[in-house]
């Protein structure tokens, strides 16, 4: 269970090494009060895991818009997080799945979407996307930015 409050957050010490964690098991997820309705955007354009098969690396840009409740997501720890999957195995549909179950698990959502664009593997791109109902009302939603696969 994640920290109740920011007298218990770990991972924003600054003695803390903030090392990243050898496993997305292993990864501590963290969040913070919220009291303002909003769109949350982080993209991460430079996420790596391994192919479970071959072992080599793959290559992702994540976009992950989410509108909280009471809790949002410490970004130091979802970075931290993210970065935990380098040396793990995963297909990219499962990969993306877990990144956006891990959240949700973490705090309480109003709306989660989330697009992993991945780059090709085999000459195909595979772009992975999840999203909890419909986008709330009165809430301003960019689109991703991202355009169907043209040599990213």
């Known amino acids: 269970m994640p920290p109740n409050d920011h007298d218990e957050l770990t991972l924003l010490r600054p003695k803390d090494p903030s090392e990243v964690p050898a496993s997305p098991e292993e990864a501590l997820l963290e969040r913070v009060p919220n009291d303002h309705p909003y769109l949350v955007r982080f993209t991460c354009p430079e996420f790596t895991c391994i192919c479970p098969v071959t072992g080599q690396p793959d290559f992702a840009k994540f976009v ?89």
Do not use: C, M
């Open 64 to 152: 992950i818009d989410y509108v909280p409740a009471a809790w949002l997501v410490e970004s130091k720890a979802l970075k931290l997080y993210l970065g935990s999957y380098r040396n793990h195995g995963g297909f990219h549909e499962g990969t993306t799945l877990d990144i956006a179950r891990r959240i949700e698990e973490t705090i309480e959502l109003v709306w989660l979407r989330i697009g992993g664009y991945w780059y090709p593997r085999g000459g195909i791109p595979i772009d992975v996307f999840y999203q909890t109902g419909q986008p709330t009302e009165g809430i301003w939603l960019p689109d991703q930015g991202i355009e169907p696969y043209k040599g990213r």
